[in-house]
T-cell receptor, first 110, second 113 residues
Framework: RKEVEQDPGPFNVPEGATVAFNCTYS??????FFWYRQDCRKEPKLLMS???SGNEDGRFTAQLNRASQYISLLIRDSKLSDSATYLC???????????FGAGTRLFVKA | DAGVTQSPTHLIKTRGQQVTLRCSPK?????VSWYQQALGQGPQFIFQ???????QRGNFPDRFSGHQFPNYSSELNVNALLLGDSALYLC????????????FGPGTRLTVL
């Protein structure tokens, strides 16, 4: 079983739609959680950290469920510019290794 | 404020050769991590350098080695290249106290023929 698993997609949605991505992690000792965005042939960029209480940044909302060991990302009012691969990232307690999921591809169409 | 830089941007090698990739961290950062990203996959952690020492290593063979210099820049060396080493190699920098926040460089695309 992979340490971090994501639905690979692709998700094809129209502009203005709401889309949700889920991610599961296998190590209950995982301590830090993030969502990164990666455009085609570019480097990953931090989208947002994920906190236990959930957090929101504009149209983006991240949630963490420690009991079920999953993380979610909700994008509201999708824009064409949201088209990218979204990477779920986990870091374990006491370690420096960062574990990336394989990513979920999103296409937003006009 | 310069971000993370990597060189070269592209590289073509043949099986059995050796390669050295270079990374300069973002200004103010002292920690460098290296990742391998195969096509269609997420980045895989190779190792992290801090204070010129390898602090943690992922599941990569000894053919992958690295170095960090006093100015915090870093090199990734790969010996005895295999076809499967073809990938995008990403460098990420962070501050020793805030390693959760990583900034990635544009990567080096390595093709092994």
């Amino acid at each position: 079983r992979k340490e971090v698993e994501q639905d690979p997609g692709p998700f094809n949605v129209p502009e203005g739609a709401t889309v949700a991505f889920n991610c599961t992690y296998s190590n209950s000792a995982s301590q830090s959680f993030f969502w990164y965005r990666q455009d085609c042939r570019k480097e990953p960029k931090l989208l947002m950290s994920v906190y236990s209480s959930g957090n929101e940044d504009g149209r983006f909302t991240a949630q963490l469920n420690r009991a079920s060991q999953y993380i979610s990302l909700l994008i509201r009012d999708s824009k064409l510019s949201d088209s990218a691969t979204y990477l779920c990232v986990v870091k374990n307690t006491g370690g420096f290794k960062t574990i990336f999921g394989a990513g979920t591809r999103l296409f937003v169409k006009a | 404020d310069a971000g993370v830089t990597q060189s070269p941007t592209h590289l073509i090698k043949t099986r059995g050769q050796q390669v050295t990739l270079r990374c300069s961290p973002k200004s103010g950062h002292d920690t460098v991590s290296w990742y391998q990203q195969a096509l269609g996959q997420g980045p895989q952690f190779i190792f992290q350098y801090y204070e010129e020492e390898e602090r943690q290593r992922g599941n990569f063979p000894d053919r992958f080695s690295g170095h960090q210099f006093p100015n915090y820049s870093s090199e990734l060396n790969v010996n005895a290249l295999l076809l499967g080493d073809s990938a995008l190699y990403l460098c990420a920098s962070s501050s020793g106290r805030l390693t959760d926040t990583q900034y990635f460089g544009p990567g080096t695309r390595l093709t092994v023929l």
